[in-house]
């Protein structure tokens, strides 16, 4: 896609506006060891454009959250023997989606089994937009059925490994057919796929069982590293609660996202990129862009 037609789904903003004009994420996410996946996708949500963004995390990792965060808010959770948020949080995780316009799920929220078996619920009981990201998508692994059952079209966004694990495929294949993989998903359980990698690929169903195709060409190798996938997850969450519709979303969030690890490479080089750049230059790349 080319910027001129990018900038066209960026709204401009009125001069009386409120926070709430411009949406409210909820995010569930972190665990002992993982705060910082998190952490980056609420900072990257609200340097999207996100009015609100709330993270629910783990109950003893709240401290060290409000600390990290000073613009987001937290929402400390009951949590399992080994610091993951527990099936037990449930009734309050509804009652602050119920506050939300987007629900992500996944950044950092671990492989625990009962938290996994929490994630699945919420993906078949939540009726608000979703956006499911690394463990959320490590839940629905053998689980991909439920995917029919949901209100609305959700987006996921795996890298090649993830991929692998939900379709039983081996990643190589994967690499060499990912227009193929990302549209057959996409058609078969109507959701918005985002397979990250080098030309990451954004895949659709569209009318007639048509697909929708975007294959990103912003970014470069220096953004192969920790975190930056959770950036991306900020960027699409807060894009998602302005309005736009899932598939103009994803497209824009990854060459914005790709923007911004070029900016950031133009001035620091590509070895020692690290996602907290990326984060700080969104705003830079938003502009860029529009």
Do not use: W
């Amino acid at each position: 896609m080319e910027r001129p037609k990018i900038a066209r789904l960026l709204k401009k903003r009125k001069a009386d506006s409120h926070k709430r004009d411009y949406g409210h994420v909820f995010i569930l996410g972190g665990s002992r060891g993982m705060t910082g996946a998190a952490a980056l996708c609420a900072n990257a949500c609200l340097r999207s454009g996100a009015g609100i963004v709330t993270l629910g995390v783990p109950a003893s990792l709240n401290i060290a959250m409000e600390a990290k965060l000073t613009e987001v808010m937290t929402c400390a959770l009951p949590e399992t023997e080994v610091g993951t948020v527990s099936i037990r949080a449930k009734k309050e995780i509804f009652a602050k989606i119920d506050e939300s316009d987007v629900v992500i799920l996944g950044p950092g929220l671990s492989r625990n089994s009962e938290t996994q078996r929490l994630v699945r619920q919420l993906i078949v009981e939540t009726e608000k937009i979703l956006l499911l990201d690394a463990d959320a998508l490590n839940a629905l692994a053998g689980n991909l059925e439920i995917l029919k059952n949901i209100v609305h079209k959700c987006i996921l966004t795996p890298h090649p490994g993830e991929m692998s694990r939900l379709i039983g495929k081996e990643t190589n294949y994967i690499e060499k057919n990912r227009i193929t993989v990302a549209k057959n998903f996409a058609n078969h359980y109507n959701a918005v796929v985002v397979l990250k990698g080098s030309r990451t690929i954004v895949a659709a169903r569209h009318a007639a069982n048509k697909s929708q195709i975007y294959v990103n060409k912003s970014g470069n190798p220096g953004m192969a590293t920790a975190g930056s996938g959770d950036v991306l997850t900020g960027i699409i969450g807060g894009f998602l609660c302005q309005g736009l519709k899932s598939f103009d979303v994803a497209r824009l969030a990854v060459y914005v996202h790709g923007v911004a690890g070029d900016l950031v490479a133009k001035e620091k080089g590509e070895i020692g990129l690290i996602a907290s750049d990326i984060l700080e230059k969104i705003p830079e790349a938003i502009k860029y862009t529009n």
